[in-house]
């Protein structure tokens, strides 16, 4: 203060020097600013929130094309993808297919094709969307909320409390994951919410080894220690000091969860353990199409069922692939702290 | 280091003891019924089935039946001693609590895993059964895995940055990313159905001979290992390439250069060796791994192994199969990572085992 007033008509100026003026920037501010300039990973964002967009409107696009996603068309079953069709009719190439194909859909256009039942597979891989999406966002948060609070409680408090926690997560841990979930789902059969349940239920173990091993580091930290000395209780000190430190590792572990969980629960339904029909999910719609892969057309000899193979496998692994790259990107950019954590 | 061994075999009871009761309690408490599922004949009469349940023991609480699983001892109230009880089972009335006891002699504890309600084999025939189709599948994915992925990891450090790198990386994203199932019906299809190059599953031609041909065996196997193969390409291919660039801007490497080491020794001498070492901690688990199967490979290429054994197990609700199988794989998660930390010590001096 005493130096500002000996010299304070310099350093008005310099104050007022819109050069120097810069916003103080915060960690977060930086991160942003990282992730701003790495394209792969806008790509795989703005991928990932038009699929969810698609999905969140599916009612809305469905009655646009004019049908729903369990209508059933038996005389129109395993009807090829239209879009090729539509193009060859829009350019002049191929005049008579698409208006057939048409004729035979009772005028809906089958954007990706329809499946055994003739059912429309753009519109079922919409809501199909919302289940799969919907259950691993849910269970990923479920994970995450369930990780942080047992990681946080066994890192912090040590001891016994954290021998405790350890030998219940080592035991879990031992049951390898993938039997754990055919064993419960096969015996339970689930529905959306208690799916969720279950895989939230039982994929918070490698989080919580996560947050665990950071609560290790922060609690020992100066400013946790100044915190206890001047009476913080332990709650507001993992509240203020412990979690907030352990976020970069949480955003960037919730990212790849999420893909994880999208392959976990589209296995399990393509087993047929998982969402029963006939709501559609990524996995179930596979699982359905597994049983045509050898069926062709009996005049032409053409394998019919290629669509309905190939399109829901490529969406999920579209999406699980932007998911992990998100998290890619997102450690990148949370990088000045994770450093310090691995 | 016996004695950190011996210790880490201790620990390894407590874990043990809580997958048998969190698996036990699951399976006991599931809905359905392994009962009604066997008998859907109409002439079964109700009580027919009443006595099957209590031969089986599932009529007694889930606490009972653990006891009876663990032990090979079921303890009933009253002094009636079943006539339908199997021939050697010896049965013992206490008359102060009112209770028989039975011990079948059998029991986890004595190492005997249980019968299977849906075949009626000992589990430890069962899984003794599937394991050879399991450790054929498994222990060629691996081979296959370490070749290909040790290499491409390896070369990509060594060339940083260039086209090859590159092409590594994306493969080890979309490696992880491509669901197994999926990657299985698409290699299926192309293969199997449009070039009928390769079987579209199960692990040998059907033949009235049945004789051993080792052309048709390595045809079958091909897909399913690359398949399998391909999650631990992904893996490896990231994991030593990391390691290596870590090793590589280490002080002895840098001496090593210095000294005027030839760049191939540099790489496969002094870089090599070390990025290597982190790799025992993954080798532990993958070994056992193995064991355990693959159950969504096995599901789709037909394949005779534990993985698909285990899945229909569970939805047969053949409950000691299902146990039998947990309890098996659970062993030898505990066993691999045991061995990785093993292996860690014996590879890296600086690391003690304490």
Same mark, same amino acid.
């Given at each position: 203060m005493t130096v500002a007033h000996a010299d304070s008509s310099a350093l008005s100026t310099l104050a007022a020097d819109p050069q120097l003026q810069r916003k103080p920037r915060t960690f977060w501010s930086m991160a942003l600013q990282s992730l701003r300039r790495d394209p792969v990973t806008l790509v795989a964002i703005g991928f990932l929130i038009t699929l969810a967009a698609l999905s969140l409107v599916a009612p809305a696009v469905a009655a646009g094309i004019g049908?729903?996603?369990?209508?059933?068309?038996l005389e129109n079953?395993?009807?090829?993808?239209?879009w090729g069709p539509y193009i060859q009719w829009r350019t002049g190439q191929d005049p008579t297919t698409a208006p057939l194909m048409l004729g035979k859909s009772g005028g809906v256009p089958h954007w990706l094709g329809t499946d055994q039942l003739g059912r429309d597979q753009f519109v079922r891989l919409l809501y199909g969307g919302r289940v799969s999406l919907g259950i691993a966002f849910a269970a990923a948060a479920l994970t995450l909320i369930l990780g942080m609070t047992v990681g946080t409680v066994a890192g912090f408090f040590g001891g016994v409390v954290d021998d405790l926690i350890m030998w219940f997560v080592n035991t879990l841990s031992s049951i390898p994951g993938i039997y754990l979930l055919i064993i419960v789902t096969a015996m339970f059969k689930p529905n959306p919410v208690t799916l969720t349940l279950y895989l939230g239920l039982l994929g918070w173990i490698g989080t919580a080894r996560l947050i665990r091993g950071n609560a290790f580091k922060v609690r020992a930290l100066d400013f946790v220690l100044a915190a206890r000395s001047v009476g913080t209780r332990n709650v507001r000190i993992m509240l203020q000091h412990v979690i907030p430190n352990s976020l970069p590792i949480i955003i960037v572990n919730a990212a790849i969860d999420i893909g994880n969980l999208i392959l976990i629960e589209s296995a399990l339904s393509f087993l047929g353990?998982?969402?029963?029909?006939?709501?559609?999910?990524w996995g179930s719609m596979l699982n359905r199409s597994n049983n045509f892969i050898?069926?062709?057309?009996?005049?032409?000899?053409?394998?019919?069922?290629l669509h309905l193979l190939s399109v829901p496998g490529l969406l999920i692994t579209l999406t699980v692939l932007s998911l992990y790259l998100i998290g890619d990107g997102l450690r990148d950019a949370l990088d000045p702290m994770m450093k310090n954590i691995r | 280091m016996s004695r950190y061994v011996i210790r880490r075999l201790l620990q390894a009871i407590p874990t043990l003891a809580g997958v048998s009761l969190i698996a036990f309690a699951l399976v006991y408490n599931s809905p359905g019924d392994p009962i009604l599922i066997r008998t859907?004949?109409?002439?079964?009469t109700q009580e027919s089935r009443e006595i099957l349940r209590r031969q089986l023991g599932l009529d007694q609480h889930w606490a009972l039946q653990y006891i009876s699983w663990l032990t090979g001892v079921t303890l009933r109230s009253g002094a009636e001693v079943e006539e339908?009880?199997?021939?050697d089972t010896s049965c013992t009335y206490v008359a102060w609590l009112d209770t028989t006891s039975c011990d079948n002699g059998g029991g986890i504890l004595r190492g005997n895993l249980g019968t299977s309600?849906?075949?009626?084999?000992p589990v430890w025939e069962r899984i003794v059964e599937r394991m050879p189709a399991t450790l054929e599948l498994g222990v060629s994915a691996l081979l296959v895995a370490l070749l290909v992925g040790l290499p491409l990891g390896v070369l990509s450090a060594v060339r940083q940055g260039s086209l090859f790198d590159n092409l590594v990386r994306v493969l080890a994203v979309v490696g992880n990313a491509l669901p197994s199932f999926w990657f299985g019906l698409m290699l299926i299809y192309f293969f199997? #159905?449009?070039? *009928?190059?390769?079987?579209?599953?199960?692990?040998r031609t059907v033949s009235l001979t049945n004789e051993f041909d080792l052309i048709d065996r390595v045809r079958h196997l091909i897909l399913p290992t690359f398949v399998l193969a391909l999650g631990g390409i992904a893996l490896l291919s990231r994991f030593m390439r990391t390691e290596t660039l870590e090793v590589i801007r280490t002080d002895y490497i840098r001496m090593a250069k210095a000294k005027g080491v030839a760049a191939r020794n540099v790489w496969f001498i002094h870089a090599l060796g070390n990025a290597l070492i982190p790799l025992m901690t993954t080798l532990g688990p993958a070994i056992f791994g #193995?064991?355990? *199967?693959a159950v969504i490979i096995e599901t789709i290429f037909s394949w005779p192994g534990m993985g698909r054994m285990t899945f229909s197990a569970a939805v047969q609700r053949d409950y000691p199969t299902v146990l039998g199988a947990v309890m098996f794989f659970s062993l030898l998660t505990i066993l691999g990572n045991l061995l990785s930390d093993i292996l860690y010590g014996v590879v890296d001096p600086r690391v003690r085992l304490s």
């Open positions: 049908v729903g996603p369990n209508d059933t068309n079953a395993f009807q090829q993808p239209y353990l998982g969402i029963q029909p006939p709501t559609a999910t050898f069926l062709r057309d009996p005049e032409t000899g053409v394998t019919l069922a | 859907f004949n109409p002439d079964i339908f009880e199997r021939t309600i849906a075949t009626n084999q199997g #159905v449009i070039l *009928g190059w390769l079987p579209t599953g199960g692990r #193995v064991l355990s *199967g």
